[in-house]
T-cell receptor, first 114, second 114 residues
C-alpha cells in the first residue's frame, strides 16, 4: 500500500518547455488535489478534482492544466514553464465526508525552471 | 490576504518540555481545522484535527485546542521529543461541497533540543 506516489521527484526545465507531473493514489479516494509550496509560504491549492470526471480551479491555477485520468490518477501539466513556477509540487488525495477532511500527501516533485 | 496565520516562524523547546504552536484564522466560515507535520524532502503528514463543534481534541502526546471566539487554535505536544523536530502547518477548511479545499498557514519550524 504505497499511498500517494508522484513522479518525477526532481525536474529541471528551461523557460518555455512543457512537462506533466504524475500522481497516483491507491487508497480508492474520490478527491485529489495539486498544491505548490514556495519558501516562506504555506501550501497553495492549484487545482482539485472532487471526483472522477470533474476538476476545479484552486487559489493559483494560472499556467497549469490538470487531467483526472481515472479514479487513481491526477496529472498536472505546465504547457510553457516560467521561472515563477519553480516550486515544490505536492499531490494529495482524500475521501472527504462531512465529519472528516484529512488529505494524504505524496512526497513531492521539486521543479526548477531556468 | 492570509486567512490562516502562523506568526511564529520557529520555536525551540527542550526535550521533555511542552511545545505550543499557535495558529490564527480570519475566515469565520472555516469549520474544520487540521495540523500537518512535514520533514525535509517529504510530503506533509496528517497529525490531528478538530471540528468547530469541539474545543479540544487529544491524541496521545498531541492536543489541539480551538477558541472560536478568538479565531485561534493551538497544538500542544507533551512531552516533546527530538523526533518531533519538523515544520508544522495549520490548515483550515470550510466544508462545503464534495471536496474540501484546505487553506494552509506558512508553517512553524519546531526544534526539540536535548
Amino acid at each position: 500500500n504505497a499511498g500517494v506516489t508522484q513522479t518525477p521527484k526532481f525536474q529541471v526545465l528551461k523557460t518555455g518547455q512543457s512537462m506533466t507531473l504524475q500522481c497516483a493514489q491507491d487508497m480508492n479516494h474520490n478527491s485529489m488535489y495539486w498544491y505548490r509550496q514556495d519558501p516562506g509560504m504555506g501550501l497553495r491549492l492549484i487545482y482539485y478534482s472532487a471526483s472522477e470526471g470533474t476538476t476545479d480551479k484552486g487559489e493559483v491555477p494560472n499556467g497549469y492544466n490538470v487531467s483526472r485520468l481515472n479514479k487513481r490518477e491526477f496529472s498536472l501539466r505546465l504547457e510553457s514553464a516560467a521561472p515563477s513556477q519553480t516550486s515544490v509540487y505536492f499531490c494529495a488525495s482524500s475521501e472527504w465526508d462531512r465529519s472528516t477532511d484529512t488529505q494524504y500527501f505524496g512526497p513531492g516533485t521539486r521543479l526548477t525552471v531556468l | 490576504d492570509q486567512q490562516v496565520k502562523q506568526n511564529s516562524p520557529s520555536l525551540s523547546v527542550q526535550e521533555g518540555r511542552i511545545s505550543i504552536l499557535n495558529c490564527d484564522y480570519t475566515n469565520s466560515m472555516f469549520d474544520y481545522f487540521l495540523w500537518y507535520k512535514k520533514y525535509p524532502a517529504e510530503g506533509p503528514t496528517f497529525l490531528i484535527s478538530i471540528s468547530s463543534i469541539k474545543d479540544k481534541n487529544e491524541d496521545g502526546r498531541f492536543t489541539v485546542f480551538l477558541n472560536k471566539s478568538a479565531k485561534h487554535l493551538s497544538l500542544h505536544i507533551v512531552p516533546s521529543q527530538p523526533g518531533d523536530s519538523a515544520v508544522y502547518f495549520c490548515a483550515a477548511s470550510a466544508g462545503t461541497g464534495t471536496a474540501s479545499k484546505l487553506t494552509f498557514g506558512t508553517g512553524t519550524r519546531l526544534q526539540v533540543t536535548l
